[in-house]
């Protein structure tokens, strides 16, 4: 009986030995910036990344190693992590790490961690226009609002993202939409006027010529 107990406890102690090497060698490898090996032990060991991959997650954040946290992302880490106060998928929209981004919004999407309209929320507040155009060819609809009832266009105006403003605007069944469902358009460009941007947003809503009146912001169209 003995023999067996100790047969079970070195069994065990064999599989923990295990994967202490293991992690120990994705933890070197993200610490060498050796994504080449990196990549190949992650797809072998799945599960220990899942397991462990905020951990992991860590060592590749601080200081940040792109690569890495792709491919812990990629072999199912949390997508869910958090850097310098951000979850993973708002920091790498917010900081233009689009590899990351494109990565692990595709994941979240597939497992409901996010939705489709906060993805394009955070892209227009940070100014993200590649993540903006992939969930556009995705088609990802535009036409909503967010729970302080602002459109997108609103959010790009508030954010003063003129550029990504107008590229909402290429989409004509969008500015069908806002001049239905914002009747206070013109108060929000005002309210934002930009003498660089603005009168050509005006000019790409309004075509045919639009006049208002100063006091109440009531949009007259010519």
């Known amino acids: 009986m003995k023999k ?5 406890y070195f069994i065990f102690l064999l599989l923990g030995c295990s994967a202490k090497s293991k992690s120990e060698k994705i933890k070197n490898y993200i610490l060498e910036n050796n994504t080449t090996e990196l990549e190949k032990i992650c797809s072998k060991h799945q599960k220990l990344i899942q397991e462990q991959g905020d951990i992991f997650l860590s060592y590749a954040a601080y200081p940040l190693n792109e690569d890495a946290v792709y491919v812990l992302i990629k072999h199912g880490a949390n997508c869910q ?7 993973l998928i708002q920091w790498s929209i917010s900081e233009n790490r689009n590899k990351v981004a ?4 595709e994941k ?15 892209s227009v507040q940070y100014d993200n226009s590649d993540v903006l155009q992939w969930m556009i060819e995705k088609d990802f609809d535009l036409k909503f609002k967010n729970t302080q009832n602002e459109t997108l ?3 790009a105006l508030k954010n003063k993202n003129y550029r990504i403003a107008k590229n909402l605007l290429l989409k004509k069944d969008y500015i069908d939409y806002l001049k239905s469902e914002s009747p206070q358009i013109m108060k929000v460009l005002i309210d934002s006027w930009d003498n660089e941007f603005s009168p050509d947003l005006v000019n790409t809503i309004y075509p045919e010529g639009a006049d208002f009146h100063d006091d109440t912001y009531l949009l007259v169209e010519a």
């Open 81 to 87: 992590y958090m850097i310098k106060g951000k979850n």
């Open 102 to 105: 494109f990565l692990a919004i």
């Open 153 to 155: 266009f609103d959010i």
């Open 4 to 8: 067996i107990i100790y047969c079970i």
């Open 108 to 122: 979240s999407l597939n497992s409901n961690l996010v939705t489709p309209n906060h993805i394009l929320e955070m």
